[in-house]
Structures are given as C-alpha cells and as structure tokens.
C-alpha cells in the first residue's frame, strides 16, 4: 500500500518535472520538443520505474552497468535508454547483450570506447548508437558538422533549467523524479537521509 502511494508521487513528479522544462523552454525562447528528458533511475526500483513508463514516458538513464543489466531485461523493450555512467571496456560487450534497446551512450570518455562500441554494435547487426561527448559548439567546429546536428546534455534535478536556457537538448533528471537516493551508509554524506538508517 505505502509503496502504491510512493508510485503515484512518481508520476506526478514526473509530469512537474515536463512543465517546467516546457516553462523553461518557453522562457529561453526554444521549443519544448528540443529538449529530451531522461528520467534517471540509478539505485530506483524496476517498479517505480514502471510507474513512469505507465504514464506513457519512455526516455530513462541508468548510470552503473551492473544494475543497468540486471534492470532493463526487466523492464518494457520500447523503452529508449541511456546510458549515463562511466563504462569500461570490458562493460561494453554485456552491456550490449543485455540491453537490445539502448539508445544511447551520453559517457563515451575515450576513443577506445567509441571504436569498441562501433564495432560491437556492427557486430550485432543494431542500428548505430548515439554517443555524446561535451562542449557542444567546440565539438562542432572541430568535427566540421552543423550545431543543429549536435546534441547538448546539460542539466540534472538542480539545475535543468538554467542548462535549458543555455541551449542544453538532453536533461537527465533522477532525484526530482524518483526521490532521493538511498546509498549505503559509506557513500556521500549528502546522500544519507533517514532511510538509510533504517538500513543499517
Ligand atoms: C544521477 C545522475 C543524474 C541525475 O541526478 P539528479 O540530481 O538526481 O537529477 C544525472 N546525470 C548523471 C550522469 C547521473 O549520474
């Protein structure tokens, strides 16, 4: 019953969430299509994130492998995910294997990585992924291709408005969404909250 409650909150965090990337859109002058929201749901439940694909959203961000894997077999295969986190190369082929509807890889930090994803998702006979890297407009006139072409993820619970208005394409919204986290005890500080103590 309680967690019933916490699902519903879920959702309607999720819909506050689109109005006000929506309002910030409008306020920055941009449409609000060109913004992407991933719903990160690290350290959340199979069903919360459920509860956020029931309400038709389909768009969400995992950021560690191992949970990653064991999550998304679990969850509807229309779902577009990203992944978010630090990937070694050694990730790269499960993390392929078990997610035949990845979308997208936001963190590809070295050359090895993207040859590695290239060449595994050719291998699999998938549509390409799409990789990020930083610095938008840099990345663009080192590469030679059109700004309109290039993405932007910029902006998190904290902060995704002010990265709207500064021309972000991609938010990745967690906490604002699905509640805090609750990390073990020897995480962060910030992260700890009264129910992690009943963890421990
Ligand atoms: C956890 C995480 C987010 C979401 O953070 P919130 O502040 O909870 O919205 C976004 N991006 C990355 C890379 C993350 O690891």
């Not at 078990?98 to 993207?114: G, H, Q, R, T, Y």
């Not at 609750?182 to 992690?196: A, C, G």
Request: proline letters at 4%; a positive charge.
């Amino acid at each position: 019953m309680a967690a019933q409650a916490v699902e519903g909150k879920v959702a309607m965090a999720l819909r506050r969430v689109i109005h006000r990337v929506q309002a910030a859109a409008e306020k920055a002058g941009r449409r609000a299509e060109e913004v992407r929201v991933v719903a990160v749901g690290k350290t959340k439940s199979v069903s919360l994130i459920r509860d956020v694909y029931d309400v038709g959203h389909r768009c969400f961000g995992e950021n560690y492998v191992q949970e990653f894997i064991q999550k998304a077999p679990q969850l509807p295969d229309d779902i577009n995910w990203h992944f978010i986190g630090h990937i070694q190369s050694n990730k790269v082929k499960p993390l392929l294997a078990a997610v035949p509807n990845l979308d997208m890889v936001e963190s590809v930090d070295s050359e090895k990585i993207a040859i590695q994803l290239d060449r595994m998702v050719a291998s699999l006979g998938r549509r390409p992924l799409k990789t990020l890297c930083c610095c938008k407009d840099e990345v663009c006139k080192a590469l030679g291709i059109p700004e309109d072409y290039c993405e932007l993820s910029m902006g998190m619970s904290g902060d995704f408005e002010q990265a709207i208005e500064m021309g972000s394409t991609n938010v990745r919204i967690g906490s604002t969404i699905f509640g805090p986290r609750e990390y073990p005890k020897k995480e962060k500080k910030e992260s700890v909250n009264l129910l992690t103590s009943s963890i421990s």
